[in-house]
């Protein structure tokens, strides 16, 4: 019987340019104007390293929904998100997970 713990494996995935360009887009639209510089820093952040990470994003959608929604999810992030070991509690679900915005065929 092993009984090693077993290591979670991370993802070691690179943010292309283009989603690079959409968190910078998403942080932007909902960063507040009086603290502009370190909020937008904060949302890009936390959402590189969930999308790289954690759990994919789907940016795409996430950038042409509404603000609340995405403050929502950032809201979320803030909270739970452990930015140290890049997990994110099996009981939270983002509204813009990958996951529930796949095509279906």
Known sequence: ????????VKRN???SAEDNALIEKIAARVAPRNSHKRAF???CTMLTECHRLCRPLA??????ADADQIRGDLSTLRQHFDIGSCTL?????????ARFWQEKS
Not at 1 to 8: W, Y
Not at 89 to 97: C, D, I, K
């Open 1 to 8: 019987m092993n009984t090693q713990p077993s290591i979670p």
């Open 13 to 15: 995935h690179v943010v």
């Open 41 to 43: 820093d904060l949302a």
């Open 59 to 64: 940016l795409a959608k996430m950038a042409a």
């Open 89 to 97: 509690p099996h009981t939270v679900n983002l509204r813009f997970e």
